[in-house]
């Protein structure tokens, strides 16, 4: 078995204070590694690439609203 499995079969059996100390140990990781700070909330796990695609998105769609918006105002 890998040690990912492992893990993976470990974890129901963890207390709630187990858990965040697993959560802890891992968002260190990522740091370390500099892999993006790792965020979690009821939606799931976001990374600052997440947010930079995110927030690219929201730019890109905001140009293509001023760019309709220019096309109809009266010449």
């Known amino acids: 078995m890998s040690t990912v499995a492992e893990i993976e079969a470990a974890l129901p059996q963890l207390t ?3 858990l965040a100390q697993i ?3 891992l968002h260190n990781q990522y740091r370390q590694r500099g892999g993006g700070i790792v965020y979690d909330d009821a939606y799931g796990t976001v990374t600052e690439a997440d947010l930079i695609a995110s927030a690219d998105q929201a730019f890109q769609a905001y140009d293509r609203a001023e760019l ?6 009266p010449q």
């Not at 309709?68 to 105002?73: G, N, P, S």
């Open 23 to 25: 959560e802890r140990a």
């Open 16 to 18: 709630a204070p187990e």
């Open 68 to 73: 309709e918006h220019a096309k109809r105002q």
